[in-house]
């Protein structure tokens, strides 16, 4: 379903049939089946790579949605803003995306996996540490860089949340 999501995203479409649903449903459980039979060998190994490769993607994207909840909004976000293109948010969170390239690029010379190992990895016996790396950077980065432009903008948002909650 979340490629049928993408996929109307970008086409603009605002509701895919149910036809179009369960075609595209179908075809991504088509495709994960003949991916698990086509290496069904070493299936589980190669599955638990890819996954903790993915870590690499995760992980900033958790550290800044962490900061961004408890330091930034401090755990109050303007829901109705979310949806609106020309709201506080806006379309795109710039300083966030350029945070996110910069955790991942940070991680590669931490990684240890089966699809990369990074040129820092022998030095540390084999230890994977790309995750802390991943954590750290850009939380503090995001945190640095986010917070003097956000000030205004979360305190509005506070006294209306405050004020909507009343």
Do not use: C
């Not at 931490?110 to 990369?116: E, K, L, N």
Request: aromatic share 14%; charged share 15%; net charge negative.
């Amino acid at each position: 379903m979340s490629t049928a999501t993408v996929v109307s995203g970008f086409r603009g479409d605002q509701q895919l049939s149910a036809r179009s649903r369960l075609a595209y449903t179908l075809g991504m459980v088509g495709l994960a089946m003949w991916l698990a039979l086509a290496g069904r060998h070493a299936f589980l190994k190669e599955f638990s790579s890819f996954i903790l490769f993915l870590l690499t993607f995760f992980t900033p994207w958790s550290a800044i949605n962490l900061v961004d909840y408890y330091f930034i909004a401090r755990d109050h976000y303007d829901v109705p803003a979310l949806y609106d293109p020309d709201g506080r948010y806006g379309h795109w969170n710039l300083t966030g995306i350029l945070v996110y390239m910069i955790g991942v690029l940070v991680q590669l010379p931490f990684i240890s996996s089966a699809f990369y190992t990074g040129p820092l990895v022998d030095r540390l016996d084999g230890t994977d540490i790309s995750w802390i790396v991943g954590l750290i950077v850009p939380a503090v980065l995001y945190y640095d860089l986010i917070l003097p432009h956000d000030t205004a903008n979360n305190a509005h948002a506070a006294r209306t949340a405050e004020l909507a909650s009343k």
